[in-house]
């Protein structure tokens, strides 16, 4: 599976963004897929993550905030982030997972490359 990310990019306080992966190579509609993100000079985190079913998990930082969905036809999975707040500010990538389970593991099987999304102070 490849998988290109977009949308990043700097937001003021109170501010939205949507980022946007898309994926080629293999039936989308079959993988569990997942944003983590890095900020600097901290570990790589789960954001969210949706199910073949549409199934979401969120993370505790961002439940409330952020909604991620998926498009199957299209095979994009999507990251709404609304009322973005400084700690937001990192590297966000995609991932596809064969099972639900990267959400104990954190382990998925396939990575996109990274998209900065910046909160202003």
């Known amino acids: 599976v490849q998988l290109q990310a977009s949308g990043g990019g700097s937001v003021q306080a109170g501010g ?3 980022l946007s992966c898309a994926a080629s ?10 944003w983590f ?10 954001v969210a993550a949706i199910g073949v079913g549409s199934t979401t998990y969120y993370s505790e ?3 409330g905030r952020f909604t991620i969905s998926r498009d199957n036809a299209e095979s994009t999975v999507y ?3 609304n009322n973005l707040q400084p700690e937001d ?7 596809a997972s064969a099972s639900f389970s990267v959400v ?3 382990a998925p099987d396939y990575w996109g490359q990274g998209t900065l999304v910046t909160r202003l102070q």
Do not use: W
């Open 61 to 63: 930082s961002v439940r």
């Open 16 to 18: 939205s963004l949507r």
């Open 79 to 81: 990251l709404e982030m």
């Open 104 to 106: 104990i593991d954190r």
């Open 37 to 46: 993100r890095q900020a600097p000079g901290k570990e790589r985190e789960l």
């Open 89 to 95: 500010t990192a590297v966000y990538y995609c991932a």
């Open 25 to 34: 190579g293999r039936t989308f509609a079959n993988y569990v897929m997942t």
